[in-house]
């Protein structure tokens, strides 16, 4: 086969739509248009009828019933929904939540919000391998503590948390468990009864469905959850989430699911081995480091630091070619590198020269290949560039150096 | 964000990468920046001690495009003037030659860093004052 440039391996940031997304969305635009929410004609029903579909869909992926199934605009939005919605609806039993250092920005800074309204937040800390300390998590929580938000798999390095034994000391204690399965869902099986999940946030466009829609899953049975709604108006979404319900991605969001259902088994077992493959041979390089836990972790995410380079200028060697993402700070407008490379305990030199690694669907091993040549061939050449790199191989210690921090 | 033409091609094809001997009387050193901050440039001048000027400079550098561009594009610029020509080479000139967008700018301050640390490196060799200077916001 041929190798098609440029190659994306950014699969965590985004998914492209698979085409049989969309052409089941397609109808519902211009000739199936109807408001779901129009009780009266035929337009409402049909439109309604696609709907309580893609519901089931999107509830089976992950053995909920679709009556928990509260649909969104993304996974943002489903966790401001589900730390906000819960902190204002328990708000007579406590004030505090614990997550970790690790989540994204859409925990992160929606729990930062919490607390200039009052909340005490837990931020705990992860072990070197990204994981949470399950001995930690049960000695943070009190009296106070209505809930636990801890992510499924990480967008970075892709680690897998023990979301079943997290779950078990949630329901010891009487806590809510709500996690962000945004990279996790349609990727490795998720099941809200097995693994104890309350409240779960999700996202069709990185599963191969469209932008702009998501869910919040949230449990009706033992124990009955709720959220305060943050969104007021026609009451849609049993109340918890009003605004007209962007069907044809809806249709999307359902089919993408279905999709993953059908063929996540197998595509996880294709993409590892792919991904072991790619990491394999750029762990070959001297003075490479893999970042996060090697066996909890996603199939399809490597995330690897080249010491002695810098990641953004590492990637300026291919980014025409291929499409990755990195923990530099050159590559974000704060000039601060990746903080969940740091809360790993990694130097800010090591979460500089990291390179993140989302390989998908369609990912190729040809694409493999190239990247595989494409990386090592940059490495080397920026190592010669590097002053950090001839202080390494000269024996300078470059920890003893004092530099001017600036 | 989008590379300019002139960073791409400094990046593709750095000139003067390298190492001079930095125990001969006539190479002064300057070695910027920190790893934590991403960032690490070496640069180095040979001055040729009858005419007083530079006849090589070399670098290498840890860093982004930018900042390799920056480097690069300061050791071509070395060559051929005297200490003091060298001295006035301003962080602006580089952002306006290379294109560099607003958050880029530290790459080029680092980069007029380098060349004033390197000549301070070899005026101090050389039994003169060193020079103290003014510190640019990074």
């Known amino acids: 086969m041929e190798l098609k440039l440029p190659i994306y391996l950014d699969n965590n940031a985004t998914t492209p739509m698979d085409p049989r997304v969309l052409e089941a969305m397609l109808p519902y635009f211009v000739e199936k248009f109807g408001n779901a929410a129009s009780r009266n004609h035929s337009f409402g029903w049909v439109a309604e009828e696609a709907v309580d579909y893609a519901r089931e869909q999107v509830a089976k992926l992950i053995n909920a019933d679709p009556k928990e199934i509260i649909f969104t605009s993304g996974a943002t939005e489903s966790d401001n929904l589900a730390l906000k919605g819960v902190y204002e609806m328990y708000s007579s039993k406590g004030n505090h939540i614990i997550t970790c250092t690790t989540e994204h920005k859409a925990v992160l800074d929606t729990c930062k919000h919490l607390e200039k309204q009052g909340a005490e937040i837990t931020y705990l800390e992860v072990q070197a391998d990204g994981l949470v300390d399950l001995n930690e998590l049960e000695k943070a929580i009190k009296p106070e503590t209505i809930l636990i938000a801890i992510m499924y798999g990480n967008n970075e390095i892709g680690v897998i948390q023990p979301v079943k034994e997290i779950s078990k000391i949630a329901r010891k204690h009487g806590v809510l468990f709500f996690t962000d399965g945004t990279q996790a869902v349609g990727k490795i099986p998720v099941d809200v009864q097995a693994d104890g999940i309350d409240l779960m946030a999700f996202s069709g466009h990185k599963m191969y469905g469209p932008k702009g829609v998501g869910a919040l899953y949230v449990r009706r049975k033992n124990p009955r959850v709720k959220v305060t709604a943050q969104m007021d108006g026609g009451g849609h979404e049993r109340g918890m989430r009003s605004g007209t319900l962007n069907v044809p991605s809806l249709v999307g969001f359902g089919k993408a699911c279905e999709i993953c259902m059908n063929e996540m088994e197998s595509e996880a077992k294709r993409l590892s081995k792919m991904r072991d493959r790619l990491e394999n041979a750029l762990m070959q390089l001297e003075e490479s480091y893999r970042n996060g836990n090697k066996e909890h972790r996603l199939p399809h995410t490597a995330n690897i630091s080249f010491k002695y380079v810098e990641g953004e200028g590492l990637m300026m060697g291919f980014n025409k070619d291929i499409a990755v993402s990195s923990g530099s700070a050159c590559t974000s407008a704060s000039l601060e590198p990746s903080y969940v490379l740091k809360a790993l305990g990694l130097g800010d030199d090591l979460a500089h020269s990291s390179l993140r690694f989302g390989l998908g669907r369609f990912t190729t091993d040809e694409q493999i290949d190239y990247t595989i040549k494409a990386v090592t061939d940059t490495v080397n050449k920026l190592r010669e560039m590097s002053p950090l790199w001839e202080m390494f191989k000269e024996g300078v210690d470059i920890n003893a150096i004092e530099w001017a921090h600036h | ?138």
């Open chain 2, 1 to 138: 964000m989008a590379y300019s033409e002139k960073v791409l091609d400094h990046y593709t094809n750095p000139q003067n990468v390298g190492t001079l001997d930095k125990a001969k009387q006539n190479v002064g050193t300057g070695l910027v920046g920190a790893p934590e901050c991403g960032d690490v440039m070496r640069l180095q001048i040979e001055v040729d001690e009858a005419s007083g000027l530079i006849k090589d400079a070399k670098f290498k550098t840890f860093g982004c495009g930018s900042a390799i561009a920056s480097s690069s594009l300061a050791t071509e610029w070395l060559k051929g003037k005297t200490v003091d020509q060298a001295l006035a080479i301003d962080n602006m000139d580089i952002v306006e030659e290379l294109n560099l967008p607003p958050v880029k700018i530290h790459c080029s301050v680092l980069a007029e860093d380098a060349i004033k640390a390197a000549i301070n490196d070899y005026r101090v060799k050389n039994g003169l004052p060193e020079l103290v200077l003014e510190q640019k916001a990074h």
